[in-house]
């Protein structure tokens, strides 16, 4: 039996509303075996650099060949493009042309771009849901077995966004805050290695609310509850953390924010 098509979705539209819904029925109006993840929808409204950071950091455990529908869309409706950008192991990222998909598409590889032709999709009669009006169909299409040269034509170039990297400093590094989880775990762009540090040794991070000590440790119990940490979590990246707390409201971060890690 042939391996049902995987489809990933990315947004910010949150799940008050339908719009995930929708977008799901169109896909599966093509591929009704087609499996549905969805990565998150609860990106900051807007927020590129962020929803760029989760699906860099997702999209290498995604099963080869998953098509990556990602919509975070402060352009709608205005000239950017429609892109699908394919990677060398069989990916798809479907979305908007403005840069956020880019680091999650070159980390697996990216092989071919193409510009979506929107007169080759059903017209629509608004312009403010290209993640159901088109992406959607786009995935689908993609999802049942179509080319995406029936879809639109090659792309000589696309829109790249750059992931800030730390910036070493007297005594530390400048890293910035790429995402707040559920926890309030507070999700930096600083790898263990840039540390050079062995689990234990505490260190000065510098938050807007004023300096803290912690410690870098191997798990959020390895301090007493409510103690702030630095430790390694689940995206391989390094996060200031309170252990049974959350470090994003007692030390008021959110994503974009830079914070200080000096020794």
Same mark, same amino acid.
């Given at each position: 039996?042939?391996?049902?098509?995987?489809?990933?979705? /990315?947004?910010?539209?949150?799940?008050?509303?339908?719009?995930?819904?929708?977008? @799901?029925?169109?896909?599966?109006?093509?591929?009704?075996? %087609?499996?549905? $993840?969805? /990565?998150?929808?609860?990106?900051?409204?807007? *927020?590129? /650099?962020? #929803?760029? !950071?989760?699906?860099?950091?997702?999209?290498?455990?995604?099963?080869?060949?998953? $098509?990556?529908?990602?919509?975070?869309?402060?352009?709608?409706?205005?000239?950017?493009?429609?892109?699908?950008?394919?990677?060398?192991?069989?990916? =798809?990222?479907?979305?908007?042309?403005?840069? !956020?998909?880019?680091?999650?598409?070159?980390?697996?590889?990216? @092989?071919?771009?193409?510009?979506?032709? &929107? #007169?080759?999709?059903?017209?629509?009669?608004? &312009?403010? =849901?290209?993640?159901?009006?088109?992406? #959607?169909?786009?995935?689908?299409?993609?999802?049942?077995?179509?080319?995406?040269?029936?879809?639109?034509?090659?792309?000589?170039?696309?829109?790249?966004?750059?992931?800030?990297?730390? @910036?070493?400093?007297?005594?530390? =590094?400048?890293?910035?805050?790429?995402?707040?989880?559920?926890?309030? *775990?507070?999700?930096? *762009?600083?790898?263990?290695?840039?540390?050079?540090?062995?689990?234990?040794?505490?260190?000065?991070?510098?938050?807007?609310?004023?300096?803290? &000590?912690?410690?870098?440790?191997?798990?959020?119990?390895?301090?007493?509850?409510?103690?702030?940490?630095?430790?390694?979590?689940?995206?391989?990246?390094?996060?200031?953390?309170? *252990?049974?707390?959350? %470090? #994003?409201?007692?030390?008021?971060?959110?994503?974009?924010?830079? $914070?200080?890690?000096?020794?």
């Amino acid at each position: 039996m042939a391996d049902r098509p995987v489809v990933s979705l /990315l947004t910010d539209f949150g799940l008050r509303d339908p719009y995930v819904a929708q977008v @799901k029925a169109v896909i599966l109006s093509y591929c009704r075996d %087609a499996a549905i $993840i969805d /990565l998150t929808h609860d990106v900051d409204a807007f *927020n590129e /650099l962020q #929803a760029a !950071f989760i699906l860099k950091v997702s999209a290498p455990h995604m099963p080869e060949g998953t $098509i990556h529908v990602c919509v975070v869309d402060p352009g709608v409706g205005s000239g950017r493009r429609g892109i699908i950008l394919e990677t060398r192991r069989g990916d =798809f990222f479907v979305g908007p042309d403005t840069g !956020f998909m880019a680091p999650a598409a070159e980390e697996l590889g990216v @092989k071919a771009a193409y510009v979506i032709d &929107e #007169a080759r999709l059903p017209p629509r009669s608004e &312009e403010t =849901f290209h993640a159901r009006d088109v992406f #959607a169909h786009v995935a689908g299409r993609l999802a049942r077995g179509d080319e995406p040269l029936s879809l639109g034509y090659e792309a000589r170039s696309y829109a790249r966004l750059s992931l800030p990297k730390p @910036k070493r400093m007297p005594g530390g =590094f400048e890293a910035t805050v790429m995402h707040v989880d559920r926890f309030g *775990n507070a999700i930096t *762009n600083l790898r263990p290695g840039d540390l050079e540090a062995g689990y234990g040794e505490v260190f000065r991070v510098r938050t807007p609310t004023g300096d803290v &000590e912690c410690a870098f440790v191997k798990a959020y119990g390895h301090v007493p509850p409510r103690s702030p940490l630095l430790t390694v979590g689940g995206t391989g990246y390094i996060e200031l953390s309170v *252990n049974r707390g959350s %470090a #994003a409201e007692r030390y008021g971060l959110k994503p974009g924010d830079r $914070i200080m890690v000096l020794r």
